[in-house]
């Protein structure tokens, strides 16, 4: 590991785990045999993104545009939930870490909603990684449940905020309000689209795409991530001091 990495590691790191059910179907496993692997990954990547010193890790765990798959594959997603929940919450407490879930959690079950309740509650004041699991998420909702909260305090205050007011207010009525944006977006699987994730807090995010499916998603995977990202010129629209002299 150079000194460059090192130095530049990304203080949050989100992940869209792609290539679950690719993974089972190159075994002849049914789909939900690609899920439970993915879950396993998400726990071997949740300890190397500590020990890499990430404070934050994202996951896309369901997004809102999942509840069109089978109905039998949801159900078996919503075990697997309950699962992860019951069994994970208590090894993240263990660790220090501490979990939060973004995303429209009307939609779910009584049940998972106590358990993520549960889960918030338990590790909240835990100063470990922070595991952000994204769950019934879409970046566009996000935008638009922010933008109703926006619109609804100025009904009540008589008055229109400017542009400018709106966006640098914007971030506290996300649902990752007082979270740090990503600095690095990391997609499996070879496919190159962000697919309706963050799509606020990534405007300044890098991005890193690997042919490996997320069920195999390693070390050697997540160190070419963070060697990758710790090579990036992150100008945030501006110019670096070698530009400036050109």
């Known amino acids: 590991m150079s000194d460059s990495f090192e130095k530049n590691v990304p203080e949050h790191v989100a992940f869209i785990m792609d290539g679950n059910g690719r993974w089972a179907k190159k075994r002849s496993l049914p789909r939900i045999a690609g899920h439970k692997q993915g879950a396993e990954a998400a ?3 949740t300890q190397l993104a500590a020990d890499a010193g ?9 997004s809102s545009e999942n509840w069109k798959r089978p109905k039998d594959e949801i159900q078996e997603l919503m075990k697997l939930l309950r699962y ?14 501490r979990l939060r879930v ?17 889960a918030e509650k338990l590790t909240e004041n835990n100063d470990g990684i922070t595991v952000v699991i994204a769950l019934n998420y879409g970046g566009r909702h996000d935008i638009a449940q922010a933008t ?3 619109a609804r305090a100025a009904l009540e205050n008589g008055t229109v905020p400017s ?53 195999d998603f390693g070390k050697a995977d997540l160190d070419e991530a ?21």
Not at 57 to 62: E, K, M, Q
Not at 84 to 97: D, F, G, V
Not at 165 to 191: C, K, W, Y
């Open 84 to 97: 992860y929940l019951r069994s994970e919450t208590a090894e993240l407490h263990k660790n220090n870490a």
């Open 43 to 45: 726990r071997r990547v």
């Open 163 to 215: 542009a400018q007011e709106i966006e640098n207010q914007f971030a506290a009525h996300l649902f990752t309000a007082g979270m740090p944006e990503p600095d690095l977006m990391v997609r499996t699987s070879g496919e190159h689209r962000i697919s309706n994730f963050l799509l606020w807090q990534c405007s300044y995010a890098e991005f890193f795409f690997t042919e490996t499916l997320w069920p």
């Open 102 to 118: 973004i995303g429209d959690r009307s939609a779910f079950d009584a049940d998972i909603i106590q358990l993520i309740k549960n």
């Open 54 to 62: 990430i404070q934050y890790i994202t996951l896309f765990g369901f």
């Open 148 to 150: 109703q909260r926006i």
């Open 226 to 246: 963070l060697s990758a990202f710790a090579k990036r010129d992150r100008r945030f629209g501006g110019l670096t001091s070698s530009a400036e002299r050109v």
